[in-house]
C-alpha cells in the first residue's frame, strides 16, 4: 500500500522569506499524481498544486513551486515570499490509478510578521 | 459553478447511535470520496463512489457505508457509533473521465462528528 511520509510536525518562517516542507512517499507504481493541500482554521482543503508522476518538469504555482524527485520517492513544496495567508497546515498526498487518495499526516505552518 | 456542501456542519451523537452525513458534489463532477480526519491526523481515505456503486474502499468496517444518487450526491453512513468514530468528515468531489480522474479533488468544509 501506498504511503506517504512529512516528517515535519511543524515549520515556521519569517514574512516575506522562502520555506520548503518536505514529503516522501512509497509506491510500487509508476503512473500516479502527486498533490500539495492546504487547510485552514475553516477546514477545507484547498489545492495548492500537482505534479504529473510522468512529467519531469516541476510544477509551479505562482509562490508555489515543487522539486519531484521521482527516483527519491521525494515531492517537497517551496513556498517563497511568505505571506501572513500562508499560515496553514499543509497536506502532501498521493493519489494512484484507481483514484484512491492517500495522505500525509501533515506540517502546520507559523508565518511570523 | 457551485463547491462541495456538507451538511450539517456540526453533530452530536450518543455512542451506539446512528449517523447519515450528506455531501452535495460540485456542479459537473461524477465521483464522490469520503475521509475520515481525526484531530491533528491526515485525511484517511473511507471509500469512493462512482456511477452510484462504491469504488474503491479504505480501512474501515462495514458498519460504514454510503450511497451515491443520481445527481451525484451522496451520503456517509455510519452504524453503532463508537467514541473513536469522533471526527471531521470530508467529502471530496472530482470527475472521472475513462476511469480516471485527472485532477486534484474539490474539498467540502467537512462536518464535525462528535460521540460521547
Known amino acids: 500500500a501506498q504511503t506517504v511520509t512529512q516528517s515535519q510536525p511543524e515549520m515556521s518562517v519569517q514574512e516575506a522569506e522562502t520555506v520548503t516542507l518536505s514529503c516522501t512517499y512509497d509506491t510500487s507504481e509508476s503512473d500516479y499524481y502527486l498533490f500539495w493541500y492546504k487547510q485552514p482554521p475553516s477546514r477545507q482543503m484547498i489545492l495548492v498544486i500537482r505534479?504529473?508522476?510522468?512529467?519531469?518538469q516541476n510544477a509551479t504555482e505562482n509562490r508555489f513551486s515543487v522539486n519531484f524527485q521521482k527516483a527519491a520517492k521525494s515531492f517537497s513544496l517551496k513556498i517563497s515570499d511568505s505571506q501572513l495567508g500562508d499560515a496553514a497546515m499543509y497536506f502532501c498526498a498521493y493519489r494512484s490509478k484507481n483514484n484512491d487518495m492517500r495522505f500525509g499526516a501533515g506540517t502546520r505552518l507559523t508565518v511570523k510578521p | 459553478e457551485t463547491g462541495v456542501t456538507q451538511s450539517p456542519t456540526h453533530l452530536i451523537k450518543t455512542r451506539g447511535q446512528q449517523v447519515t452525513l450528506r455531501c452535495s458534489s460540485q456542479s459537473g463532477h461524477n465521483t464522490v470520496s469520503w475521509y475520515q480526519q481525526a484531530l491533528g491526523q491526515g485525511p484517511q481515505f473511507i471509500f469512493q463512489y462512482y456511477r452510484e456503486e462504491e469504488n474503491g474502499r479504505g480501512n474501515f468496517p462495514p458498519r460504514f457505508s454510503g450511497l451515491q444518487f443520481p445527481n451525484y450526491s451522496s451520503e456517509l453512513n455510519v452504524n453503532a457509533l463508537e467514541l473513536d468514530d469522533s471526527a471531521l468528515y470530508l467529502c471530496?468531489?472530482?470527475?472521472?473521465?475513462?476511469?480516471?480522474?485527472?485532477?486534484?479533488?474539490?474539498f467540502g468544509s467537512g462536518t464535525r462528528l462528535t460521540v460521547v
Open positions: 505534479q504529473e508522476a510522468y512529467k519531469q
Open positions: 471530496a468531489s472530482s470527475l472521472t473521465i475513462g476511469g480516471r480522474s485527472n485532477y486534484g479533488y474539490t
